[in-house]
């Protein structure tokens, strides 16, 4: 039988209004950011419903906010959609699969994710750190576009997205002459992320320390559905894993290509983006060519699962 994955968004994909029509349509949805709001102290539905943009896109706020609608979606799905046989999520979407998997609860998740944000916003000083999509780089110029371009700063690979999409982190300056090397070395495109930090490279060390005793007071049941994490991209099935893996993936890359690789491989056919937007879907058209994936994040969405 064909197996089913469901896949979780991390942050890119926040827009002001996302939830709002889950939230009028599906009770479980509704109840899902009510029970958001009261652990977090604030409307954290307000400001996923109504913004403003300014607002959704501080981290510490964008973090919650995605964990929130991809709950609520999830929650929403169950009703109608299959269940699934492996979970997986992009950066900040593995704790939305972790909670999708049994293994986290929904609350101590939220609290995570909203410290994980902060921390991770003030590991490095405006302006210091900056991220950049390289398009179509061809195979094999990577590792020596990086090492060029460091002279004793830092920049790695942040994001191996697709083979078509990497991103790359570190100090600005080594960003900025990677950028013109990737386009010497003949990638398609170049183009800098609008980010407010130096996501998933070694400059995250800081967030990293600061958020392991977070972690460690956190409860984690071992997974009633497998998920394959960004930091190996190798299946987990215990809490003890599934709390190591999100202690790891601060200042490494997210091994996306392989995680999909990983499920395509193991027998995964029908794929679900459960939370805001789409951005995972067009990933996973250019990671396993000729696969379709039903996004569910609107109370429209409901449509697709009829249809498919």
């Known amino acids: 039988m064909p197996k089913v994955a469901f896949l ?28 958001a709001d009261d652990a ?5 539905s307000k400001l996923c419903f109504e913004g403003p943009d300014e ?15 991809s709950t609520a979606a999830l929650r929403a799905m169950r009703d109608f959609a299959p269940a699934p046989d492996y ?81 790359i982190a570190g100090n600005r300056a080594a960003v900025e002459r990677a950028m013109e090397l990737a386009k010497a070395a003949g990638a398609k495109r170049v183009v ?5 930090a130096p996501f998933h490279c070694p400059l995250m060390r800081p967030a ?19 998920l394959v994490n960004n930091f190996e991209a190798r299946e987990i099935r215990l809490g003890d894993d599934a709390r190591e893996g999100l202690y790891h993936q601060i200042p490494n890359p997210v091994r996306w290509t392989q995680s999909i690789r990983f499920l395509a491989e ?16 067009g990933l996973l058209r250019q990671n396993v060519p000729g696969s379709q994936c039903v996004s569910f994040g609107e109370a429209k969405d409901r449509s697709k699962f009829t249809a498919s």
């Open 8 to 35: 979780f968004p991390g942050q890119g994909s926040q827009y002001a209004g996302m939830g709002k029509s889950l939230a009028e349509e599906f009770p479980a949805a509704r109840q899902t950011f009510e029970e």
């Open 40 to 44: 977090l102290g604030f409307s954290l």
């Open 55 to 69: 607002e959704l896109k501080l981290t510490e706020n964008t973090q919650p906010a995605l964990l929130a609608v």
């Open 87 to 167: 979970v997986a999520g992009h950066s900040l979407g593995e704790y939305s699969a972790l909670v999708a998997a049994e293994s986290l609860a929904f609350t101590d998740a939220l609290r995570l994710v909203r410290k994980r944000g902060r921390y991770m916003q003030e590991a490095v000083p405006a302006g210091v750190g900056a991220m950049a999509a390289l398009l179509k780089l061809p195979e094999g110029k990577l590792d020596s576009i990086l090492a060029e371009a460091a002279q004793g700063e830092i920049v790695t690979a942040a994001n191996y997205n697709s083979p078509d999409q990497i991103v």
């Open 192 to 196: 800098p992320l609008p980010v407010s």
């Open 208 to 226: 990293q320390e600061r958020l392991k005793p977070d972690l460690e007071l956190t409860s984690f049941n071992d997974l009633d559905t497998p």
């Open 266 to 281: 193991n027998g995964v056919e029908s794929w679900y983006e459960v939370g805001a937007g789409s951005v995972l879907t």
